[in-house]
């Protein structure tokens, strides 16, 4: 049978099903094949906390979107396309995403009245017309990838659970994807068995060929490759893209690399890519708190190292106190905070920016730092050179607020040539700088950048002692005198209001917008795709994007006054439009979602629409 | 761990410049004097050594030693201790504490750098009060203690250092006291030699707060009777003329104190700190009553075991050893690593 061939210019595919079918890996398969050929990709994973939540319940569906297209695109799709659904709590949990007329493929063999049951439907949505909107194509799965396993020589449990790669195979040949990387990839995972690499391969070729011969799938869609720039790429998610990004700081530094942390969800996938790279001579610490992890990390900063700690929300919350130490001992430190939903526990694999307010003031006393925020997955690993850069020259702590949005997703990463990147080269103090020649003052700053010597122990001559207490200025010994203490304050707040970061730059392609929309971190993708969708539509809107909160970009007064109005949407309450306010005293106006699930730019669109016409 | 290099150092050498500032009298002026008296033997230059602590009347111990130093964060000087102590193995590190600000505020810290045997030398200074925010309780006070926030006696069970350290698999474990400096320092020295955590709780007077809490033990009327000073592979007897001696009594878990006259000198335990074993040494820390009697001083366990570091080191050694070509290159191949594509 011949099919035709539908041409696309962007598809949005979910695949969910229950935590122990797979479909993470299902989801990450099919957009490495996606990747291999060329289209511009966007991800978005959605999983439970728990590990293991109750099989066929509506707590325990994963997902995993893709979205992927002809095209440069900016976030991982608003609604999907295609729905895989591999039971009925997969279909209930995303139905509601789905637009009227988009394909659903169900594992009819998982609708039983016991698994309907379970998700509370009364009827088998299957059959009673509830889906006639949509195409719906049921496929007996579990069935199938049995039988094209029957000669295999695989437990019935092993033969069972490879019903996502038939799932992937049949997807694969709707998409005409190519799918050598996935035959590669299950031998390597199963190298050892490879009874089942011959069965998982066996499953996906059952897959793609029920597509080929079913008369259920009439149609076969293409999406050309996109039009990208030259060079080498690879697909990379934004915790991925941070850890090598940490690495490189190290290469580029030439410093050690030292890791504190201790696991929390979203973070510790930095802490586990990070253990790996001990030949860049960086040392990773599971530590016994969170508190123990900056302080260890703070101890080798004070020795020489690039010292770093990995965490989320709460885990800031807990490091605060040894923050402001390494505000007061003028030392490098670099933060991460991959935030989650809070406060408190809160749910910890869903998407919030709500740490902004923490990052900026949530110390004690007057204890400024810098703080970066990344706007994509593979813009993570930039995001983490400059706040290695700002840490080292300025030799002060940086927040980095990363979310989960941005550091589970994923996207196609033009690889950046290594000698591109900025060079983090530091001098360590080695001789006095008194004029005497003979004394040392751990608090002489440089004119330029205002930081402190960084005198690490092992340097003959300049023994000297640091800590909590106030110091005086230059000679850094422990001083209680009021005017001392304003004005080492001001000086600690000046330095760091001095760090010099780029302009914010302003995307108004026709340079006619009256409305801005401002926003920083990880809401770039939706905010970026509403404003196309808006210009499309010729209504004209700007964008700008902060990547540093503090400082903020000398020109973001002026950029702010030049608009009739400016939109701040954030996934928050208010947080950067509350700065923005105190700061410029700009009315601008909030739009927040605190949701867990990042911004649709469908949403954002129609949010924007009414403030571009109505003013 | 730092090497000895051939150095002519003396005590003066190791006096910062700021003024002392602990109270008249306090324990703490006669511990920093042995301290500083006793570092130049180490031979280790003075920039090669660091002492960080927390916060207390005992952390202020870095800002008079004129060698590198960090006074930190209360309770957090073994976690910012063991990141300078890991990454940089030419130094010798040196914790100053307190008993609240190790066993209190600070107590997970300090038995996870003993349980993994962080390469620092920890000096627990125990008054058994919080001095420096004006005499509360501190988790060394006694049960019933009366001080200004237990004004009808403090409800709190104590910690007996000694035991929570052997508790968390601590490779070294002594006990001293302020006033003798001979003691001090030889117990200094065996912390200073051994590889891995040496902890060492240095019984302190805070004559504010807590005055004569060891009193008994310093008392030249009282101290032979009340001190067990602890000999590697000495038979354990004390009183002025060894009338007491310890024993293991048979069925029993523990050891006991007996009077020497009754016990066949055969059966007296002789001290072995290297026993790998830490019950001995537990049993030991768990002789003195409330009133003091039979407190052993001196190294209770000293025993070999990797240190963190050394094992942390070893993984990175390896690891770079297999590495080939430049830095650059290497980031260059990680860069690549996975699955890539080119567009031309
Ligand atoms: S309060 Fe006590 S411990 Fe503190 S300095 Fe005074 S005497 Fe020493």
């Given amino acids: 049978m011949t099919k035709q061939v539908r041409q696309l210019d962007r598809v949005v595919i979910r695949f969910a099903g229950d935590s122990g079918d797979g479909m993470q890996l299902t989801g990450d398969r099919f957009t490495s094949e996606t990747a291999q050929l060329g ?99 049921p496929v007996a799965l ?62 996906f070729k059952a897959g793609w060929n029920f597509g080929e011969t079913t008369e259920d799938f009439g149609v076969r ?31 580029r530094s030439g410093l050690p690399v030292f890791l504190g942390a201790y696991p929390i969800t979203p973070a510790s996938d930095i802490l586990h890519e990070l253990s790996k790279h001990k030949r860049f001579g960086v040392t990773t610490m599971q530590a016994e708190d969170e508190i123990a992890a900056i302080g260890a990390a703070l101890g080798a900063s004070y020795g020489g190292s690039l010292g770093i700690t990995t965490t989320s929300g709460p885990g800031v919350a807990l490091k605060g106190e040894t923050i402001s130490l390494a505000v007061a001992l003028e030392l490098p430190l670099v933060v991460i905070d991959v935030q989650r939903a809070g406060p408190s526990t809160g749910m910890p694999t869903k998407t919030e920016q709500a740490d902004l307010n923490m990052a900026l003031f949530g110390r004690h006393g007057e204890a400024p730092v810098a703080v970066v925020a990344p706007r994509s997955p593979s813009d993570c690993f ?51 700088n008194g004029d005497d020649g003979k004394t040392f003052l751990p608090y002489l700053r440089d004119p330029v950048t205002m930081a402190r010597p960084w005198a690490i122990p092992g340097t003959p ?29 001001r000086t600690r707040a000046a ?25 920083w971190g990880s809401t770039y993708g939706p905010i970026g795709a509403a404003c196309r969708a808006l210009r499309q539509r010729g209504l004209p809107v700007a964008q700008a994007h902060l990547r540093h909160l503090s400082p903020m970009p000398a020109n973001l007064g002026d950029v702010l006054k030049a608009y009739d109005r400016v939109v701040v949407p954030e996934m928050n309450l208010g947080q950067l439009a509350h700065v923005i ?30 403030v571009v016409k109505n003013g | 761990m730092a090497e000895p290099v051939a150095l002519k150092l003396t005590q003066k050498d190791f006096k910062s410049d700021q003024e002392v500032r602990w109270c008249p009298g306090c324990g703490d002026y006669a511990i920093l004097a042995a301290v500083q008296s006793f570092m130049p033997e180490l031979r280790i230059p003075r920039e090669r050594t660091v002492f960080v602590s927390g916060i207390g009347c005992s952390s202020r111990f870095p800002y008079y030693m004129n060698t590198y130093g960090m006074h930190s964060i209360h309770g957090r000087a073994p976690a910012i201790a063991t990141g300078l102590s890991v990454s940089r193995p030419d130094l010798s590190v040196w914790v100053v504490t307190g008993d609240g600000d190790a066993l209190s505020i600070g107590g997970n810290h300090l038995i996870h750098a003993l349980r993994r045997n962080v390469n620092l030398k920890i000096l627990l200074f125990n008054n058994r009060i919080y001095g420096l925010t004006k005499g509360q309780y501190s988790p060394t006070s006694e049960l019933g203690k009366i001080t200004k926030s237990t004004p009808v006696g403090s409800a709190d069970s104590p910690f007996n250092p000694l035991s929570l350290a052997l508790g968390a698999e601590a490779t070294f474990v002594a006990r001293t006291i302020d006033s003798d400096r001979k003691h001090l320092q030889s117990v200094l020295r065996a912390a200073a030699e051994h590889q891995g955590s040496a902890f060492v709780e240095i019984y302190q007077n805070c004559n504010i707060f807590n005055d004569g809490a060891f009193e008994t033990l310093k008392d030249p009327s009282t101290r032979d009777e009340y001190l067990i000073r602890l000999e590697h592979r000495q038979p354990i007897t004390f009183g002025a003329d060894g009338q007491r001696c310890v024993v293991h009594p048979p069925g029993g878990f523990g050891l006991e104190v007996r009077e020497t006259a009754s ?72 860069l690549t690593s996975g699955d890539t594509w080119t567009i031309l």
């Fill in chain 1, 495 to 519: 330095r760091i209001e001095a760090i010099p970061v780029p302009d914010v730059e302003v995307e108004d392609p026709d340079g006619d917008a009256r409305t801005l929309v401002l926003g």
């Fill in chain 2, 263 to 334: 016990v066949d000198p055969a059966d007296i335990v002789v001290h072995d700190a290297t026993v790998a074993e830490p019950a001995y040494a537990f049993a030991l820390s768990r002789l003195p009553g409330l009133d003091l009697r039979n407190t052993p001083i001196g190294v209770l366990r000293q025993v070999e075991r990797s240190s963190y570091d050394e094992r942390v080191r070893e993984q990175t050694d390896s690891a770079k050893a297999k590495a080939t070509g430049t830095p650059e290159e290497q980031l260059a191949g990680l």
């Fill in chain 1, 221 to 251: 869609y293409e999406v050309k490759p996109a039009k990208m720039s030259p060079g080498t790429y690879r697909n990379i998610t934004g915790n991925q893209a941070l850890s090598l990004g940490l690495v490189a700081a190290g290469v």
């Fill in chain 1, 142 to 203: 579990t069935a199938m990838t049995i039988g094209a396993l029957a000669d295999h020589d695989v437990s019935k449990k092993d033969a069972e659970r490879a019903k996502n790669m038939f799932a992937l195979g049949l997807l694969s040949w709707m998409y005409s994807r190519p799918y050598e990387s996935t035959i590669r990839f299950l031998e390597r995972k199963f190298a050892a068995r490879p009874e089942l690499v011959a069965a998982n391969i066996a499953a």
């Fill in chain 1, 39 to 137: 289209n511009d990709i966007s991800t978005l994973p959605n999983f439970p906390a728990e590990i293991r939540a109750p099989a066929g319940t509506l707590p325990g569906v994963s997902s995993f979107q893709v979205h992927f297209a002809d095209y440069d695109i900016l976030t991982p799709g608003d609604a999907p396309n295609v729905l895989v659904a591999m039971n009925p709590a997969a279909l209930k949990a995303n139905i509601g995403d789905l637009p009227r007329g988009a394909d659903i493929i169900v594992n009819t063999d998982e609708f039983t009245k016991r698994n309907l049951t379970k998700v509370g439907y009364a009827a088998n949505p299957l059959e009673d017309g509830s889906l006639d909107g949509y195409a719906l194509h």
């Fill in chain 1, 581 to 610: 306010r105190g700061r410029y005293l700009v009315d601008a106006i909030p739009y927040n979602q605190v949701s867990g699930l990042p911004f649709t730019a469908a949403k954002l669109e129609s949010m924007l629409e009414e």
């Fill in chain 1, 461 to 489: 001559g300049l023994e000297h002692r640091i800590g909590g207490l106030e110091k005086a200025d230059k000679t850094g010994d422990i001083s209680y005198d009021p005017a001392n203490h304003d004005f080492m304050v």
């Fill in chain 1, 382 to 432: 930039f995001a983490a050179i400059e706040a290695a850069r700002i840490a080292l020259t300025y030799r002060t702590p940086v927040i980095l607020l990363s979310d989960n949005y941005v550091a589970n997703g994923s996207e196609p990463w033009l690889l950046p040539e290594v000698d591109s990147l900025p060079d983090l080269r530091v001098e360590f103090a080695t001789e006095p």
